[in-house]
């Protein structure tokens, strides 16, 4: 403990020392998430901030140093998210390589693997794209058919990607593949890692009723991928697959819930209260209150299931738990929000707009499998039902 | 604090559910229905419930107990929600201990804890006075007369009230009807001249009463808190008990969703197994995950309660309107995916629909609760 400490004061004091002033401010809205890879444009403070925590590995704190992680412990990695959130600190670099690619490759990849593509991440070099549903593919993801050819000393990949979140702005895409078109479909898929820098691959944002476009479609004609870059065994992607798929859900349930400015404390702007110091809806104040309610349940099951898995006493199962309800939660969160703004809301203004955060999250529930595939794998897994 | 049981806790559900399934299942409560038992509930379990420690859970180690929190009273309230034993623990070991080890003088606490923790005496909450729960509405009166008090009115919703020993009554010694303020707390025996108690038959087959005061005279001692500022104490008391029956109506959820989800492993209709339907297998899903969240909110209440109790209000509040809610909705899908069998008295399903319906009533429904909620948010 007393190392913790010692670990705690010396963390304070780094912050304090280099977190850039404009680096302590509340972003204002998404455009200020720091992506990375090679398009990215940096503000000077974003830049700044970024490398002083990738030398240190804190942009990756758990993963291992060799692989330019931080190389902490749990209990460290919370005492860092703790003194960040101490000073106000913006998280570095946010990007589906960390989130996602990463912890694939830490599991499934090969120390070589991990050396080549690792680092990058953890720098904000490289930034990642996810290359899983296809137009044919979507809840029935294991139907996907992009093929992918042994060519000797490379692979030729064919096909097309759909919902490829911004495909446009990455530098590299993780790919699921068909491999063995004679195999059960489960069976035949690879996990390969494409540079996208190469005219066989291009992307083309999909505009949503939001009016942003943060997916795209992705084609491959005749794109090459190197041997060394398939993750896992051939023909057994499935299994990366769904490694991969339990972090994102986790991450996409994990959205609307932390740094949020409470539903309450919005309606109260916007409604206003009565004489004895109510919600002046009396309906929506009903509504506001449950799904608050319901919120910090969601909250705490966020934590309650981290420290489960900590305790070793989890089921993977419940990331599925997570997704569903945390998405359906966030979209009653934004409806919420529109019933309390009224005609405010239904501006179409900038890209801060209540409405495009009310549109954009009905994709919630679709996106990383649907509320009712995860319903579906309750069922199965948790409650083991039985199949049809 | 990390959201998992401890050992020490692990242990205890496990003892709490061997005692409970082995000697106190749903089938003792239905005995007790059936031959229409006088005390409501079976003083043999009672008594070995207080040899295992549990009467005495929350009763401070100087007075006789072995103090383990709200977390581990939690976990027995929980497992007695799985098996629905009928037992004086929640007026007496959660709300009767917390209301003297948080708020007795030296003297009260010297006389009733250790009595509480041996098991040798049983207290009642007298609260409510009409149909919902409105601790602030107080029409009881306590007049000033000599050295004490004397005390007028009517009490409902009694929990326990005719096998207890001892009331704590809330009473008006000051202000208006619906004043927070001007509320005081007393002790009264149940057996004090003037005090009448008339058991009411519940639908859950569980005690509770209506208690008359008729010029009950009750001397200085008798008052629990603060003249005037005890509605505080009171909020204090049945906030424990609103912990204690989310913890039970956990207990409950969970066992309507296990043996739902057997049910519908077993069931055969259309040549087939009915847990290979989409359609149950959704609903049956769905259940789980607010069975989680219900959970989550209830331990991080119960853990607030014993770390920071002058924090936990507002998570009482929450974990009590979820659960009341999630359990609700569990008896309703147990019954409706049981189908016919599940209408039937001789099926347990009923029972868990019926006690958690009046647990979801007492000290506050979820109405109760979100409103109350809403207001500590400031909205």
Not at chain 1, 76 to 90: H, T, V
Not at chain 1, 368 to 384: C, D, F, M, P, W
Not at chain 2, 253 to 270: I, V
Not at chain 2, 334 to 357: N, P
Request: hydrophobic share 40%; net charge negative; aromatic share 8%.
């Amino acid at each position: 403990m007393a190392d913790l400490e010692a670990f705690r004061q010396e963390t304070r004091e780094w912050l304090e020392a280099n977190c850039p002033e404009e680096m302590r401010k509340p972003m204002q809205s998404e455009a200020d998430a720091v992506w990375g890879g090679k398009k990215f444009k940096f503000s000077e403070p974003q830049k700044l901030w970024l490398d002083r925590m990738a030398e240190k590995g804190w942009t990756v704190p758990e993963w291992p140093t060799e692989y330019g992680g931080g190389g902490l412990s749990k209990a460290e990695a919370k005492i860092l998210r703790e003194e960040m959130q101490r000073i106000k600190a913006r998280v570095p670099l946010q990007s589906f390589g960390i989130w996602m690619l990463g912890p694939a490759l830490l599991k499934y990849g090969t120390h070589e693997q991990k050396l080549e593509h690792l680092p990058p991440i953890a720098r904000g070099e490289i930034r990642w794209a996810q290359g899983y549903s296809e137009p044919n593919a979507g809840s029935d993801l294991a139907a996907l058919m992009t093929k992918c050819e042994d060519k000797g000393d490379h692979y030729i990949v064919n096909g097309q990607k759909i919902w490829t979140s911004y495909a446009d702005k990455a530098d590299w895409i993780f790919v699921l593949v068909r491999t063995d078109f004679q195999a059960s479909k489960h069976n035949g898929i690879s996990f390969i890692l494409v540079d996208m820098d190469q005219p066989g691959v291009t992307t083309k944002p999909i505009k949503l009723i939001s009016g942003a476009s943060p997916f795209c479609e992705t084609f491959f004609d005749d794109a090459r991928a190197e041997k060394h870059n398939l993750v896992g065994e051939l023909n057994r992607g499935w299994d990366v697959a769904k490694y991969l798929l339990t972090h994102e859900r986790e991450m996409i349930g994990g959205m609307g819930s932390g740094g949020m400015r409470p539903m309450g404390d919005i309606a109260v702007q916007q409604v206003g209260l009565n004489e004895t110091g109510q919600l002046a809806d009396p309906f929506l104040r009903a509504d506001v209150a449950r799904a608050e309610i319901d919120g910090m349940a969601f909250m705490f099951t966020m934590e309650r299931v981290a420290d489960e898995a900590k305790a070793g006493q989890g089921t993977g199962a419940n990331s599925s738990v997570l997704k569903y309800y945390g998405t359906e939660f966030n979209k009653r969160r934004l409806e919420l929000l529109m019933d309390s703004s009224g005609s405010d809301g239904l501006e179409w203004g900038g890209e801060d707009d209540v409405a495009r955060g009310w549109l954009r999250s009905k994709g919630n529930s679709i996106e990383g499998g649907t509320s009712e595939v995860q319903l579906n794998i309750i069922a199965k897994r948790i409650l083991q039902l039985p199949s049809a | 604090m990390a959201m998992v049981l401890n050992e020490e806790a692990g242990m205890l559900k496990d003892a709490a559910k061997g005692f409970l399934t082995g000697s106190a299942p749903v089938s003792q409560l239905r005995k007790l229905r059936d031959e229409k038992n006088e005390d409501g509930f079976d003083r043999k379990t009672w008594s070995a419930m207080a040899e295992m420690g549990w009467t005495s859970v929350l009763v401070p180690e100087d007075f006789g107990g072995v103090e383990m929190g709200y977390v581990a009273a939690g976990v027995i309230a929980e497992e007695m929600g799985r098996t629905l034993t009928a037992s004086p623990y929640l007026s007496t070991a959660i709300m009767g201990a917390t209301a003297f080890s948080r708020f007795g003088t030296d003297a009260q606490k010297s006389e009733w804890l250790p009595r509480i923790a041996a098991g040798d005496a049983i207290t009642a909450i007298a609260v409510d006075e009409s149909g919902k729960h409105a601790p602030s509405k107080v029409a009881t009166t306590a007049e000033r007369s000599g050295n004490g008090f004397k005390l007028n009115g009517r009490k409902t919703f009694v929990a326990e009230g005719h096998v207890a020993d001892m009331l704590i009554v809330s009473a008006r010694t000051a202000g208006s009807e619906t004043e927070a303020e001007g509320i005081t707390l007393f002790l009264v025996p149940r057996d004090a001249a003037g005090v009448s108690v008339e058991r009411s038959d519940m639908v859950d087959s569980r005690n509770s009463a209506r208690v008359t005061l008729d010029n009950v005279e009750v001397t200085a001692d008798a008052v629990l808190g603060e003249v005037d500022g005890g509605l505080k104490t009171l909020e204090g008391v049945l906030d424990a008990g609103r912990a204690g029956l989310s913890a039970e109506m956990s207990g409950s959820a969970q066992q309507c969703l296990e043996t739902t989800a057997s049910y519908l492993k077993e069931r055969k209709q259309f040549g087939a197994i009915i847990g290979t339907f989409q359609a149950l297998q959704h609903r049956a899903a769905h259940l789980y995950s607010e069975v989680e969240l219900g959970k989550s909110v209830v331990l991080k209440a119960l853990q607030t309660l014993d770390a920071a109790p002058d924090h936990a209000a507002i998570l009482v509040c929450a974990a009590k309107a979820k659960m009341g809610q999630v359990a609700q909705l569990a008896t309703q899908e147990a019954l409706q995916m049981h189908g016919g069998i599940g209408m039937t008295d001789e099926y347990d399903v009923g029972f868990f629909m019926k006690r958690v319906r009046v647990a979801e009533a007492l000290y506050g429904d979820a109405n109760f609760q979100a409103d109350k909620f809403a207001r500590m948010r400031n909205y």
